[in-house]
């Protein structure tokens, strides 16, 4: 594996990190749509997973990294639409493709 995919690797699994750290053990979702800080941080993380897998493609278009198109489009909505950021979805994205993500992630970082 390249250096910079192994760089890029760690940065996604350290923002999913974040996010968790963010979110807290009880990951209750009333909490997180009132906290705007832990929303905005959240999204910027979501930015840094989207754009490090941008990268990633980039050098390698063949990672094994499911729907990695959809976590680029998802980085360029959050960006580009941040007025229209569903919290629904994102609460979705959390609780359901940031596990998987992060078991690919330390998948490939073990290689």
Do not use: C
């Amino acid at each position: 594996m390249q250096h910079d995919v192994r760089k890029y690797l760690l940065d996604i699994s350290t923002s999913i990190d974040s996010i968790n750290d963010f979110i807290g053990n009880d990951k209750n979702f009333n909490d997180y749509e009132s906290n705007k800080l832990v929303r905005r941080a959240v999204e910027r993380e979501l930015e840094i997973i989207g754009e490090a897998t941008n990268r990633i493609l980039k050098i390698d278009s063949d990672i094994d990294i499911s729907d990695a198109r959809r976590i680029v489009n998802l980085r360029n909505w959050v960006i580009h639409s941040y007025d229209n950021v569903d919290n629904i979805l994102i609460w979705g994205i959390i609780s359901k493709d940031l596990p998987l993500l992060k078991n690919q992630v330390d998948r490939l970082l073990e290689r």
